[in-house]
């Protein structure tokens, strides 16, 4: 370099107005993919693995409750206080109660259903 | 690359707005960035290109009449506010292609291989329109050079 472009190249730049910079950011930001994620509230980004196991558990939970057959026909069978039972409902507690009398420990407990109930 | 495009557009908006166009492409696609090889000359390329298109709009010509950008920071002492004018003005008279180069090589200090690989050019059409740059430079700048040193 001689005299000339060593005295150019001292000459300092004028820098970039300070409202530049947050504005371009900003601008950019929006752009981003990224940007979308950022809707998420902070406390679920700051232990996202956790938060994924949880719902992870409860998806499990809910597709294994609706996944069981027997689940609607129990629910069906439900006696409501206060209301005349069907035939299928008295039917479906006979049933019940014929397989808790085969468990032992569980029999004095069923008689004295009994005793209440009926 | 402020800088760089102060010294290549021909207004503050024209900067501004080259630079939001940078960083806005660069968020929606990051992989541009991450898969350059040299970062700093990647988004001068990014730069200098995006300033030829806005170029070749015919709108943007009207906006010349807005004034020069100020390349240069500003001096304390009457006599470098007056090399600093000098210099910009002499820039401004340069073709586009020899600006490009002399901004690289003395502002942001390039070698001549890495101007060619930002502005796709070879290394030695590079040097060869730093040369003649710089010439000009001298000649438009001798009256006030002399003077101040």
Not at chain 2, 44 to 66: G, I, K, P, Q, S
Not at chain 2, 75 to 104: C, K, N, W, Y
């Given at each position: 370099m001689n005299?000339?472009?060593?005295?150019?190249?001292?000459?300092?730049?004028?820098?970039?107005?300070?409202?530049?910079?947050?504005?371009?950011?900003?601008?950019?930001?929006?752009?981003?993919?990224?940007?979308?994620?950022?809707?998420?509230?902070?406390?679920?980004?700051?232990?996202?693995?956790?938060?994924?196991?949880?719902?992870?558990?409860?998806?499990?939970?809910?597709?294994l409750n609706l996944a069981d057959p027997s689940h609607g026909e129990l629910y069906s069978l439900a006696i409501v206080p206060g209301q005349t039972p069907s035939v299928t409902q008295i039917a479906a507690y006979f049933e019940l109660r014929e397989q808790l009398l085969r468990w032992p420990t569980?029999?004095?407990?069923?008689?004295k259903i009994d005793r209440y109930k009926l | 690359m402020i800088a760089f495009l102060r010294n290549l557009a021909h207004c503050e908006s024209d900067v501004r707005d080259v630079t939001q166009e940078i960083f806005c492409r660069l968020a929606r696609d990051p992989a541009l960035l991450a898969k350059a090889r040299n970062p700093r000359a990647f988004?001068?390329?990014?730069?200098?290109?995006?300033?030829?298109?806005?170029?070749?709009?015919?709108?943007?010509?009207?906006?010349?009449?807005?004034?020069?950008?100020?390349?240069?920071?500003?001096?304390?002492?009457?006599?470098?506010?007056?090399?600093?004018?000098?210099?910009?003005?002499?820039?401004?008279?340069?073709?586009?292609?020899?600006?490009?180069?002399?901004?690289?090589?003395?502002?942001?200090?390039?070698?001549?291989?890495?101007?060619?690989?930002?502005?796709?050019l070879s290394p030695n059409t590079a040097a060869s329109r730093y040369r003649y740059g710089i010439d000009k430079l001298r000649t438009l700048l001798r009256p006030v050079y002399e003077d101040i040193l």
């Open positions: 005299d000339l472009e060593k005295r150019l190249a001292e000459l300092p730049l004028n820098p970039s107005p300070p409202d530049w910079r947050e504005a371009i950011l900003s601008a950019a930001e929006k752009e981003s993919p990224r940007a979308k994620v950022i809707v998420f509230p902070a406390f679920l980004r700051a232990h996202r693995v956790a938060w994924g196991a949880l719902a992870a558990c409860w998806l499990a939970i809910g597709f569980a029999t004095a407990t069923i008689l | 988004l001068l390329t990014m730069a200098y290109r995006m300033v030829v298109d806005m170029h070749r709009h015919a709108a943007v010509r009207e906006r010349y009449a807005a004034g020069a950008v100020e390349i240069f920071a500003p001096a304390a002492t009457p006599d470098e506010t007056l090399f600093r004018e000098s210099v910009a003005a002499a820039m401004r008279e340069l073709p586009g292609e020899q600006r490009a180069v002399i901004h690289l090589k003395l502002w942001e200090a390039l070698t001549f291989e890495e101007i060619a690989a930002a502005l796709d």
